[in-house]
C-alpha cells in the first residue's frame, strides 16, 4: 500500500522570509525552519497568524540556520506548545541563541515603549489596534505579494505587543540539539535528516531528509539558503547529486552578482570617497555573515594600504558576539580562512573598530568626528539602530548609504536603493539628499548562474524541484531557466499542501 506524504508550503513562498515546511506522514511531523515574515509591514503581520497546525502535535524541527527569517518564530512556537527537539548544526545552535534572545528583548523594549505612548495617547493607540487587528484579518486571506506590491515602502521601530519574551526564548533554547555536518540522524518515527555544508553563514545547513513510510522511500532537498562558491571565511555550498523532491531558494533569481574582486574594489572607493569628503560611509548589514565579511575585507584592504584608516563604529552588539561564535568554530572555515589565523592575522577583525553596546552609545555616533564607517543592522533598514541612523542623516549629503546586501520587495531599503527621493520613517516623510550605492558582490546568497550550477551537480532530477524563497519576479526569472535543465518545477503558494506519491 502506498503510504501516505504531505508537504505543507507556510512561508517563503513567492516572497524571500518567513522559512517554513510542515513535512507530515501516516506517523510523523517535522518542520522545517520556522522562521519570520521580515519586510513590508504586509508581511509582518503574517507572524501573528495563527499556525497552520497544532505545536504540540509537531515530532522535532530542523533548523537550516541562525538567520531570523528562518529561525525567528521558534519561542512562539514553543509557547503555542511545541516541547520536543530541535536539531541545528553547533555553529547554527550558537548564533541562534544570540538571534533569538536579541529579537525577544527588541520585542519586550518596543512592547514596553507603546504601552507608555498608549497611556499618554489612549484613543490613538485603540485607533490603531484595531488597524492591527483588521490588518491581521486582511492577511489570512489577502494575496500576500499583492499586498506588499501595493504598499507604499516604510520603516518603523514600534510593535504593539510582543509575539514572545525573553522567558519564552530560554524555554525554547532548552529544546536545541547540536549535530555535526554529514551525521545520519533518526529525527521522528520514519524520518531521519543529514545536515551539510550551505555555505551561507556559518553552520548554514542543505538539509537532506529521508522518509520511509510502508514500502515508499522518499527523499527530500531543503536547500536552505545556499551561499557563494569563493566568499570568504567559511567553505562553499556541498554539491548535491539526488533528490526525490527538492526545494531550492531564489533569492537572486535573474540576477548575477559581480566577480568578488569588483566588489571589493567598490568598497575600497566607497571608503575613499568618504575620507576626502570628510563624511559618512553608513552600510546597512545583517549581523550574522554579512557584517563579519564586511569587516574581513575592511582588514584586507587597509592591509594592503588600499584604503585610510577611517574609524569604524560596529553599532550592532549581536554582530560583535555573532563574531566570537564564528572564533570559536575554527573548524567551519575555509582553507584560505585558516591560513591567516595560522599567520596570526585575525580575519574578522578591523584595527581600532569601536563596538557600541547601548542605545546612547549609538546616538553618540552622528555627533563623533568625521570621516568615520558605521555597519549597522539590520540589512533591509526595517527594524534595529540602522533605522535611526538614516532617520538622522538621510538629508546629510556627506552621508553615503552604502547597500551590500539584498532589499526586499516593499521594504524602505528597496525603495531608496532603486532612487526614492523621501524616506518614511516612524510616521514621518524625510528628504532624502545622501548618496546612495549598491554592491552586490557581497551577497551571501548564490546568484542565478551559481544556483544554476549548484542544480547541475544532480545526476537525476527530482520528480519536482519546488523554487522558493523568492519574490515573484525573481521566481518568474529563474524557473525557466531551471526548466532549461530539465527540472520538473512548480512554484507554491503560501499554505499550498502537496502530496509527495
Known amino acids: 500500500m502506498m503510504a501516505e506524504m504531505r508537504l505543507h508550503f507556510l512561508g517563503a513562498t513567492r516572497t524571500v522570509t518567513g522559512s517554513q515546511y510542515l513535512l507530515e506522514t501516516d506517523r510523523a511531523r517535522v518542520l522545517i525552519d520556522c522562521g519570520m515574515f521580515q519586510g513590508s509591514p504586509h508581511?509582518?503581520?503574517?507572524?501573528?497568524?495563527?499556525?497552520a497546525y497544532q505545536p504540540g502535535d509537531?515530532?522535532?524541527?530542523?533548523?537550516?540556520?541562525?538567520?531570523?527569517?528562518?529561525?525567528?518564530?521558534?519561542?512562539?512556537?514553543?509557547?503555542?506548545?511545541?516541547?520536543?527537539?530541535?536539531?541545528?548544526?553547533?555553529?547554527?545552535?550558537d548564533l541562534t541563541r544570540l538571534v533569538l534572545l536579541d529579537s525577544a528583548k527588541l520585542q519586550e523594549e518596543f512592547a514596553q515603549s507603546h504601552q507608555r505612548f498608549a497611556k499618554r495617547n489612549p484613543d490613538r493607540a485603540a485607533a490603531e489596534d484595531e488597524a492591527t487587528m483588521a490588518e491581521l484579518a486582511a492577511a489570512t486571506t489577502k494575496d500576500p505579494a499583492a499586498a506588499t506590491r501595493d504598499a507604499a515602502p516604510a520603516a518603523t521601530t514600534?510593535?504593539?505587543?510582543?509575539?514572545?519574551?525573553?522567558?519564552?526564548?530560554?524555554?525554547?533554547?532548552?529544546?536545541?540539539?547540536?549535530?555535526?555536518?554529514?551525521?545520519?540522524?533518526?529525527?521522528?518515527?520514519?524520518?531521519?535528516a543529514?545536515?551539510?555544508?550551505a555555505g551561507h553563514i556559518l553552520g548554514s545547513a542543505i538539509i537532506r531528509v529521508r522518509v520511509m513510510e510502508g514500502d515508499t522511500e522518499r527523499t527530500i532537498v531543503f536547500s536552505g539558503d545556499l551561499g557563494r562558491p569563493g566568499s570568504p571565511i567559511i567553505r562553499d555550498p556541498t554539491p548535491v547529486t539526488s533528490a526525490d523532491y527538492l526545494l531550492i531558494e531564489s533569492t537572486y533569481g535573474g540576477k548575477t552578482h559581480e566577480p568578488q574582486e569588483e566588489a571589493i574594489r567598490l568598497l575600497g572607493e566607497a571608503v575613499k570617497l568618504t575620507g576626502d569628503a570628510k563624511g559618512v560611509l553608513l552600510v546597512p548589514s545583517f549581523a550574522i555573515g554579512r557584517t563579519q565579511e564586511i569587516v574581513y575585507e575592511l582588514g584586507r584592504?587597509?592591509?594592503?594600504?588600499?584604503?585610510?584608516?577611517?574609524?569604524?563604529?560596529?553599532?550592532?552588539?549581536?554582530?560583535?558576539?555573532?563574531?566570537?561564535?564564528?572564533?570559536?568554530?575554527?573548524?567551519?572555515?575555509?582553507?584560505?580562512?585558516?591560513?591567516?589565523?595560522?599567520?596570526?592575522?585575525?580575519?574578522?577583525?578591523y584595527p581600532d573598530a569601536v563596538v557600541t553596546s547601548s542605545a546612547k552609545e549609538s546616538v553618540a555616533i552622528e555627533h563623533a568626528a568625521r570621516p568615520l564607517m558605521v555597519i549597522a543592522s539590520n540589512g533591509m533598514i526595517t527594524g534595529g539602530r540602522i533605522v535611526q541612523h538614516v532617520k538622522a542623516l538621510v538629508a546629510d549629503p556627506?552621508?553615503?548609504?552604502?547597500?551590500?546586501?539584498?532589499?526586499?520587495?516593499?521594504?524602505?531599503?528597496?525603495?531608496?536603493?532603486?532612487g526614492a527621493t523621501q524616506a518614511r520613517?516612524?510616521?514621518?516623510?524625510?528628504?532624502?539628499?545622501?548618496?546612495?550605492?549598491?554592491?552586490?558582490?557581497?551577497?551571501?546568497h548564490a546568484d542565478e548562474p551559481e544556483l544554476l550550477a549548484w542544480l547541475g551537480n544532480f545526476t537525476a532530477k527530482p520528480r519536482t524541484t519546488f523554487i522558493v524563497h523568492?519574490?515573484?519576479?525573481?521566481?518568474?526569472?529563474?524557473?525557466?531557466?531551471?526548466?532549461?535543465?530539465?527540472?520538473?518545477t512548480a512554484v507554491p503558494d503560501w499554505r499550498q499542501t502537496v502530496e509527495l506519491t
Open 194 to 197: 543529514t545536515f551539510v555544508d
Open 470 to 488: 523568492g519574490d515573484p519576479a525573481a521566481q518568474a526569472a529563474f524557473e525557466p531557466k531551471v526548466r532549461a535543465l530539465g527540472f520538473a
Open 425 to 444: 520613517i516612524d510616521g514621518q516623510d524625510l528628504e532624502v539628499h545622501c548618496q546612495v550605492r549598491s554592491i552586490s558582490g557581497f551577497s551571501a
Open 158 to 192: 514600534e510593535l504593539r505587543a510582543p509575539l514572545y519574551t525573553v522567558d519564552d526564548t530560554n524555554a525554547a533554547l532548552a529544546l536545541f540539539h547540536g549535530i555535526d555536518y554529514g551525521t545520519e540522524l533518526q529525527v521522528a518515527p520514519g524520518i531521519t
Open 398 to 418: 556627506a552621508m553615503t548609504l552604502l547597500f551590500v546586501g539584498y532589499q526586499g520587495d516593499g521594504t524602505l531599503g528597496a525603495s531608496l536603493q532603486q
Open 301 to 349: 584592504l587597509l592591509s594592503a594600504g588600499t584604503i585610510p584608516h577611517l574609524p569604524l563604529y560596529l553599532d550592532s552588539p549581536m554582530a560583535q558576539t555573532a563574531s566570537d561564535v564564528y572564533r570559536a568554530h575554527l573548524d567551519y572555515f575555509d582553507d584560505d580562512t585558516r591560513a591567516l589565523i595560522t599567520r596570526h592575522d585575525p580575519p574578522i577583525d
Open 58 to 93: 509537531v515530532d522535532a524541527l530542523l533548523l537550516t540556520h541562525a538567520h531570523l527569517d528562518h529561525c525567528g518564530l521558534i519561542p512562539h512556537l514553543a509557547a503555542s506548545g511545541f516541547r520536543k527537539p530541535i536539531y541545528a548544526t553547533k555553529g547554527s545552535v
Open 43 to 51: 508581511d509582518v503581520i503574517r507572524n501573528r497568524v495563527p499556525f
